[in-house]
């Protein structure tokens, strides 16, 4: 086998022709005919898959139910709420035509739900008893991107949009930070990434809300991505949408609300994150497949029956094993369980089971390990799939901290983003005219800004008038 | 309590209403300001979750994988294969204006995806190796419906859409009639819905395949519905779109396809056969929550701690049991569990108690029985869960051989369509004429050919010649 998968360009060659390689030889998406849009592969969509149950039972022990909105919103009832149509309109695709007849109205593709569940909730919304509702749903969203690349952006791309209406501003501000903490323990928990938290600046916050919460994960090399957003809208889309409900003193009142989304962007973050020239690698939390078992010579018995004893006991007790008992050599095998990113290959051998041993490979490190037939295999692939997942974390938690700078001036900024770009520490004054003047340097923006830090300096690191945000910057996918 | 749910209108005094009610009250789905489309509620999105569950396990277990097409396909592609643009191209949406730019080739919303799977498979398949492939998506199509009723027919629905394709015409005709079988049992032992299945005649078949396969269900007013169908192309699609590969004896050859779907229609089925007057009726193995239990004396410890240990035990052992333990009146709780139509209701009291008894009541016969506090709480639950479902299912099974008939003529065919529609029963000579003379009376329609049945005479019903199929037919949603 070779050193390194030919197919796939070095990633410190072309970062950017290797995200893409990785895409393709593992057939985790193709372009489609369909300019802007791609077309998800099985093993791609079974990562999405296992990320839709993982975190669909997280919102649903919270409360949450799921239901579907239409994928049409009328012009003039996305018109309503000025700020979401200027951050929008621009982005949308218009349907004009219905059949062969020419439309009244035109309809757009959702780009996102707030207007349809605030029509919705104008017509169920009446009292206090009727609060909180908690929806979310799973669904397809579009939006007219001009550069496109697979996962990361695309015209359309899926997602789950939370979407909550409460009686208080108290719960609806908390609703917001838990679903928050939702996506953060799920990037440091299963995905093995470690991203940080904040608010989102003026600039950069959600079209139409208060506040925005984000979640930034940083990649391999030193680009940031957005990855998770909790939106406070207080009464700004009620009031828009003249929802109303009877508070508990018998009074009118406008109703407070959330939305929050996580997309299928989190495959390509888990790409740039941890894969590698040989390439998937996938935590065992999130891999659809953890152990391929490739029996090394198919006529024999011991093999064979070893194989598939193995699966069966490992599938028995919650560990997702397969067979890889195709016509390929095994070279190839063992070539493509590592494109796939499958976190553990168990090789049975002839020659193995003859020393009385089986060979387990990493493929993360890509270890070997010769390991007797008399170990409990259970419990040692549990153990080496936790093994796994906490050695990516700390992987990914040192690459992140090497690429963590901190800058005092407008110099040292120039200085990081030249050489090594990553997570910028630097204090910021609050003024939108500093942002725009650090995002001439490489396009670098405001990730977020974090609250309850001690200061750096008490200066911004752009205008040097005083400054009032910790602010982490980078720049972004 | 009142006999009857005073927000239904009854069943037998307007059949539609009745529907329209249930759909309403249960929150199942509600109208939405996008006209023919709807919202799906979260109560009829947890039974779309369910049926979603069941059936992509089944699908995986035949080695189906799930992958994501895109929601759009531009105008040159669909043209490609003439059968199917004459089929949708007049009940397509169409988008035209992408943010502010007009668009050089129209996008029409997917009405289904064959194309767009025809478009991947002629970039990836090459050789006899690269196949079979199973594919399915769950996802959203739109169809620019005029008429439109919840569930029962709307521009936008959920749907899974199965797409395979294969080497040999044997292959595809085997997966064909596979696919059927999943959809059959699952109207038969998960729905409880005894639906007749065949093929389709020339005039109703799938825009574009060789034939048609069927499931059709008869609902209680003696209406059909076609629920669920599974089509064979032959090579039809792959010669419109130049799918080629190279078979085991070297040469090029166009490879064999099947497509196959079901939709939410179902949950429109389930309301139609199985609910009444007082609500919906769901069957057990698809009811999303199977036990409620409703504690009356919310002070009291003995009933709150029975209640409580009832649901553990329940949930422990598989059953999806809920405790009622709002601020409404017990028979407020009573009448909202008919509604929904949870099938067992757990009445838990202090009086009852006392007796050292709970009361438990059916949801589809609403039959109440005591029951000592000494039985096997699991057992029992299970059990009747049990022969809930099998006794709705022959009901139904007794309602549809009620509503079938015979027909040897056009006279009978008309007094049975004016008296009381069903499944009807006739011979047929296999002109189309003869199909376009029955559709006069009422709409009546072929649902589908029975195959291999002994005739019930040999002249057609219509014209008196020759009989060749075997057919029911039946007025349709």
């Known amino acids: 086998m070779s050193k390194e998968n030919k197919m796939i360009t070095p990633r410190d060659t072309d970062f950017a022709q290797w995200y893409t390689d990785v895409v393709r030889v593992a057939h985790l998406a193709d372009y489609s005919s369909v300019k802007g849009c791609i077309v998800i592969e099985p093993n791609g969509y079974a990562i999405w898959e296992k990320m839709q149950e993982i975190l669909d039972k997280e919102f649903k022990k919270l409360g949450h139910v799921n239901c579907q909105m239409p994928l049409l919103i009328p012009e003039g009832m996305l018109n309503k709420e000025k700020d979401l149509v200027e951050g929008f309109a621009p982005e949308v695709a ?9 439309l009244e109205e035109r309809l757009c593709i959702r780009p996102t739900s707030e207007t349809l569940f605030c029509d919705y909730y104008s017509k169920h919304i009446k009292s206090h008893r009727d609060l909180p509702k908690l929806y979310n749903q799973w669904c397809n969203v579009f939006r007219w991107e001009k550069e496109t690349r697979p996962f990361l952006r695309s015209r359309e791309f899926l997602w789950q949009e939370g979407h909550t209406i409460h009686a208080t501003r108290e719960e609806a501000l908390k609703e917001t930070n838990q679903m928050m903490d939702v996506y953060y323990r799920f990037h440091h928990d299963i995905l093995a990434i470690p991203s940080i938290r904040g608010k989102k600046t003026e600039k950069e916050k959600f079209s139409g809300a208060e506040y925005t919460l984000t979640n930034e994960d940083l990649m391999y090399n030193g680009v940031t991505l957005q990855m998770g957003t909790s939106h406070y809208f207080g009464q700004n889309f009620t009031k828009a ?47 659809p ?51 796939l990113g499958i976190p553990i290959r168990i090789e049975v051998g002839e020659r193995d089971l003859a020393n009385h041993k089986v060979m387990f490979v990493r493929r993360d490190t890509r270890e070997k390990m010769e390991v007797s037939l008399d170990i409990n295999i259970v419990e040692y692939t549990k153990n080496l799939l936790e093994t796994i997942q906490n050695d990516m974390y700390t992987r990914a938690k040192r690459r992140r901290d090497d690429l963590t700078f901190t800058a005092y001036n407008l110099e040292d900024m120039e200085n990081i983003l030249n050489t090594q770009p990553g997570f910028i520490h630097a204090m910021w004054c609050g003024n939108a005219v500093c942002e725009e003047k650090i995002k001439e340097i490489k396009g670098c923006k405001s990730r977020c800004i974090l609250e309850d830090k001690e200061p750096i300096t008490d200066t911004c690191v752009c205008c040097g008038e005083k400054a009032k945000h910790y602010v982490v910057w980078g720049i972004q996918y």
């Not at 218009?94 to 020419?102: A, D, I």
């Not at 409900?245 to 989190?266: A, C, H, L, V």
């Not at 007790?317 to 095998?333: C, E, L, Q, R």
Request: hydrophobic share 35%; with cysteine.
């Open 289 to 339: 497949r953890q152990v391929v078992i490739v029996p090394i010579g198919k006529d024999n018995e011991e093999v064979v029956n070893l194989a598939q004893n193995y699966r069966d006991i490992l599938l028995e007790n919650g560990v997702t094993a397969y067979i890889d008992d195709s016509d390929k050599s095994p070279g190839f095998k063992f070539a493509e369980s590592e494109v």
């Open 94 to 102: 218009w349907v004009t035509c219905g059949g062969s007849r020419e």
């Open 241 to 287: 949408y003249d929802v109303k409900f009877t508070n508990k003193d018998n009074k009118e009142e406008y109703p407070y609300q959330t939305s929050w989304g996580i997309t299928t962007r989190m495959i390509g973050a888990l790409i740039m994150v941890h894969s590698d020239d040989y390439g998937l690698v996938l935590p065992p939390k999130i891999a």
